[in-house]
């Protein structure tokens, strides 16, 4: 069962109030107490000081009658405040159970607390020493008080104090919930504009004006999550767009020039010269399919493995050989300049897919009988490969999105259509870069254009 914010937040006040005011209260019950047997021992104090300034003057059996009768009149009807003298003689004793005080209490000088017989609660006793005069010998002078009173003012300080407790944490909790309930509503109405957000509507936000500052917050990361929300629907409507778009062409094709070859009769020679067309569109087909499924495991964070520290120059210099032929037809050239002596840790297969791309890209933009140059430079992160070619320069806007799939600045610029590729060769790039753990770049300034990435130590 799922429990609202504001009861929890209700109840979790409470909790602490109950705390707080149990942590109040047993203070204030350990100083009542404490005063209360200060206030005792005090009325002890003065009443055995008052009487014991009248019986040490009286030595003989007529003044003791008169100091027996004062211990009557102060002694009060409930008992609550009880005299005793024990002494070897009968005649210097005081109180009917003297004698049995004597025998359960040590009466010593001081303080005490005595259980007497008919009693539930003990008395709290102040005990003196008389010292002998005339007929009468030395006696102890014992003052009683019976704590019933005060334990019954502690009961009843306690029963109060609960009862008080309990009241308070109720309307506690009862504010807190009403504050708790005040305090959210920023949070329902964020939770109502939540609901409200639809896809046919992405651009829907949450307002995060008059918020407080943690749900400021917390509306802010929320509307950047649906910025990127957005921004990822919208790229992936036109990498769908752009699929069909590359897939349509081939198959548009193949369809063609199959139904051309199946409206008459054909030679032998005619049905091959159609196969073999059908066959190239099909390993178009099956590179785009191929690459957008390489291209779908480096989304999902797949990291390129089994690294070895290789010299980048000797792997550049393998997938140029590839390109011999094509750079003979064309009267291309193409050198490597910089540190040919640098190491990187790199996936062999993943880094020549990557640098073929890159030559690929710089062929198709580079016009004959010019020269291609790839850079290899150490940086203090570990090592950087640019390919530079010649040509008419990119505008600055079109740089960042280099890498996107299916992005063309201009297929004008294509200066060999037949050699042209479809799209995603520097998103591959920025692919087996970000499986290396590096990152890619391009520049475009001086009738130059470099493109490249680099590979972190």
């Known amino acids: 069962m799922k429990r609202s914010l504001t009861t929890r937040l209700a109840a979790m006040f409470a909790l602490v109030a109950v705390v707080a005011f149990t942590l109040i209260g047993a203070a204030l019950y350990a100083v009542l107490d404490r005063e209360l047997v200060r206030q005792q021992m005090d009325v002890l104090n003065t009443t055995s000081g008052e009487m014991m300034f009248s019986l040490t003057r009286m030595g003989t059996t007529e003044r003791w009658a008169r100091g027996m009768a004062k211990m009557d009149t102060l002694t009060p009807a ?17 109180g009917k159970d003297a004698a049995e005080l004597a025998e359960i209490a040590q009466l010593d000088e001081g303080y005490d607390e005595v259980v007497l017989p008919g009693r539930d609660r003990p008395m709290r006793t102040f005990t003196r020493t008389v010292d002998g005069l005339e007929q009468r010998p030395e006696v102890k002078f014992v003052v009683g008080i019976a704590t019933e009173p005060y334990v019954h003012t502690l009961h009843t300080f306690v029963i109060a104090l609960a009862a008080l407790l309990l009241a308070a944490v109720l309307v506690i909790m ?24 639809s ?60 139904q051309v070859a199946l409206a008459r009769p054909r030679s032998a020679q005619e049905l091959e010269e159609t196969l073999q067309s059908n066959l190239e569109e099909l390993d178009r087909l099956r590179a785009i399919v191929n ?106 806007a079109h740089l960042p999105r280099l890498f996107d799939r299916f992005y063309r600045v201009d297929a004008a610029r294509n200066d060999h259509g037949a050699a042209h590729g479809h799209g995603l060769g520097l998103a591959i790039v920025k692919a087996v870069a970000g499986m290396h753990g590096g990152r890619v770049f391009a520049f475009s300034a001086d009738g130059s254009t470099a493109i490249g990435f680099n590979l972190p130590r």
């Open 78 to 94: 409930d008992g609550s405040l009880r005299f005793w003298v024990v002494s070897p003689d009968p005649r210097f004793s005081y």
């Open 291 to 396: 690459d957008m499924l390489f291209l779908a495991r480096a989304d999902r964070g797949e990291a390129a493995t089994g690294l070895v520290n290789t010299v980048v120059a000797d792997e550049v210099g393998k997938t140029i050989e590839f390109f011999e032929f094509v750079l003979d037809d064309l009267g291309l050239t193409v050198v490597v300049e910089g540190d040919i002596d640098a190491v990187a840790p790199m996936d062999r297969a993943l880094f020549r897919r990557a640098v073929t791309n890159l030559l690929q890209n710089a062929i198709q933009h580079t016009r004959g009988g010019t020269r291609i140059v790839v850079r290899l430079e150490r940086q203090a992160g570990g090592v950087s490969v640019t390919v530079s070619n010649p040509g008419e320069p990119i505008d600055a």
């Open 174 to 197: 009862l504010l807190c919930q009403w504050m708790a309930s005040v305090g959210l509503r920023p949070l329902k109405r964020l939770s109502s504009e939540a609901q409200e957000l």
């Open 199 to 258: 896809p046919a509507h992405p651009e829907q936000r949450l307002r995060a004006t008059s918020l407080p500052v943690e749900l400021d917050d917390l509306a802010h990361t929320f509307n950047g999550a649906l910025d990127r929300l957005q921004s990822a629907y919208t790229q992936l409507e036109a990498f769908n767009a752009d699929v069909a778009h590359e897939l349509r062409t081939p198959l548009t094709n193949l369809i063609g020039q199959t």
